[in-house]
């Protein structure tokens, strides 16, 4: 009995084992590439982390990140070194200022000389939210005390993903157009561009009457990302709109590819929160119909950060949305685009809610406690059964179990 008690609980003991590894197995330390590291002094950035190298959504309410530098042989205790977290065009930070751009410099709660450690909740501190999904680029820099330049730098916890999966979008309403019409209208409401990260291709299977299409002048599907909500793009026109075509990276055989990189390059900037539809439209040659599209490596819906304010919203459902672009207007709104010169449009770069993954631990550590105390629960139920048992034997006149009989005394000799 002491020996198949014992079993169960080391049963239960290993289930509890394996359940806690999976609660913590969500989370991850990340290690980012400085190898482009430069010396910074009078106030400059030694490193830049751009948001297609680590999206400041992966952060958790534990996490920290870790820098070491070299400060040129300085000895002093002063603060030599920030985190800097960077935004522009930006809704959710009280700290941004009116153009929407944020600067949010961050001490660290520990530093030497050659290293700091900065918490989450200094970042959040100095960001003005928890909201991180519109942070472009977290930056280390110098405090105008000594020169320095990075050496390594790590961010710990993090979330290991953000529910990165593939988006197959409806085409049942795709129709065949020709004469620069559009094929498929796929609004914000279907598909939020925002969801995309810097990994992610749009892919659109397609016919045409092309006989051949390597003969046409340009391919004959293209991505055109408008804007009717007062576009943050620096190529929108005067009362806000965006009308901006994307080539396809690839297109062959009813097969076109659009990079994020390209559509980044395209709309000015990686912001897409105010991205209103994506349009397939044909080149004006051939005809064109859109017979499927996947989006790859997407972030889940939830995590989505588009934009919209309620008259825009209002006039996208009164149909002032829906305009078929004419060939003379599909030029005119095409023109070479000017090169920026921002540091923010410089910066732009892909687009993983820290506090959704906290959610999700704790969830998971919920679980844990539960599945524990059920196995607990298990083997106590199992001892007092079998524990009861070995008190009673089975009496065959009677047909169920009784109490053991007690054996009478023995006879003292």
């Not at 991850?28 to 400059?44: F, M, P, Y």
């Not at 129709?175 to 094929?183: D, L, W, Y």
């Not at 209208?185 to 291709?201: L, Q």
């Amino acid at each position: 009995m002491k020996k198949l008690f014992k079993t169960l609980l080391c049963t239960a003991a290993a289930a509890s084992a394996m359940l806690a590894t999976a609660a913590v197995a969500h989370a991850e330390d990340v290690k980012l590439d400085v190898s482009g590291a430069k010396e910074a002094k009078g106030w400059q950035q030694s490193v830049t982390i751009k948001k297609e190298d680590f999206d400041a959504r992966r952060l958790s309410k534990k996490s920290t990140v870790k820098v070491a530098f070299d400060a040129a042989g300085y000895e002093g205790e002063e603060q030599i070194v920030e985190l800097i977290f960077q935004s522009w065009d930006n809704t959710t930070s009280p700290n941004a200022d009116e153009k929407g751009a944020v600067w949010a410099r961050v001490a660290p709660s520990e530093a030497t000389a050659t290293s700091a450690v900065f918490t989450y909740d200094e970042i959040v501190k100095a960001y003005g939210t928890d909201d991180l999904s519109q942070v472009m680029a977290i930056c280390v820099g110098d405090t105008d005390i000594t020169p320095i330049t990075v050496k390594a730098m790590e961010i710990t916890d993090c979330a290991k993903d953000m529910g990165i999966s593939d988006e197959v979008i409806d085409c049942s309403a795709a129709k065949e157009c020709s004469h620069f019409g559009q094929s498929l209208i796929v609004k914000y409401d279907v598909f939020d561009s925002t969801r995309m990260t810097g990994e992610s291709e749009i892919i659109v299977k397609y016919t045409t009457d092309a006989e051949d299409e390597s003969k046409l002048e340009k391919p004959p599907v293209s991505l055109i990302m408008q804007s009717w909500e007062n576009s943050n793009s620096p190529y929108a026109k005067e009362d806000g709109s965006a009308w901006l075509t994307v080539d396809p990276a690839e297109c062959k055989d009813g097969r076109a590819v659009f990079k994020y990189k390209d559509m980044v390059d395209t709309y000015g900037t990686a912001d897409f929160s105010k991205v209103s539809a994506l349009n397939f439209s044909d080149n004006g040659e051939a005809s064109l119909k859109v017979e499927a599209v996947t989006v790859l490596n997407c972030v889940s819906a939830d995590k989505g950060t588009h934009i919209i304010s309620e008259e825009t919203d209002k006039s996208a459902e009164d149909g002032s949305s829906d305009v078929d672009e004419s060939a003379a207007d599909s030029e005119a709104q095409t023109e070479t685009q000017p090169e920026s010169s921002s540091t923010a449009d410089s910066a732009a770069a892909a687009v993983k809610d820290s506090d959704s993954d906290d959610k999700g631990g704790s969830n998971v550590a919920f679980i844990v406690i539960g599945v524990i105390g059920g196995i607990v629960l298990a083997v106590v139920v199992v001892f007092i059964i079998l524990t009861k048992q070995s008190s009673q034997e089975y009496d065959i006149d009677k047909r169920r179990m009784v109490s053991k009989k007690k054996p009478k005394n023995k006879a003292k000799w």
